[in-house]
Nanobody, 121 residues
Framework: QVQLVESGGGLVQDGGSLRLSCKAS????????MGWYRQAPGKQRDLVAT???????DYLDSVKGRFTISRVNPKNTVYLQMNSLKPEDTAVYYC???????????????WGQGTQVTVSS
């Protein structure tokens, strides 16, 4: 019913920038929270940034001032602009949407397939 399609990952040098995109497709009335998480090899999946339907944001401390999350509600799309990237940002980045409302009712948390971000030193 709802699918998430991510794009924008890749390989970048230390100090570089990347922009991730995630679009939720399907018959969607509203999405409460959209966000990005990341998981490095051998580590747990961590919250990177979230944004609510009223544009309240939350960030992982280590990315504050470097990453910016935004969303376009009519397009059901969330973006993550990542600047001043560091090797420790290397991970698989996952899009997440929470409380998606559609003609079927309300769906809980949904994850994208993940996109690799690699920052070389």
């Amino acid at each position: 019913q709802v699918q998430l399609v991510e794009s924008g990952g890749g390989l970048v040098q230390d100090g570089g920038s990347l922009r991730l995109s995630c679009k939720a497709s399907g018959t969607i009335f509203s999405i409460n929270t959209m966000g990005w998480y990341r998981q490095a090899p051998g580590k747990q999946r961590d919250l990177v940034a979230t944004i609510t339907s009223d544009s309240s944001t939350d960030y992982l401390d280590s990315v504050k001032g470097r990453f910016t999350i935004s969303r376009v509600n009519p397009k059901n799309t969330v973006y993550l602009q990542m600047n001043s990237l560091k090797p420790e940002d290397t991970a698989v980045y996952y899009c997440n949407v929470d409380r998606v409302r559609g003609p079927w009712g309300i769906m809980g948390s949904l994850w994208g397939q993940g996109t690799q971000v690699t920052v070389s030193s």
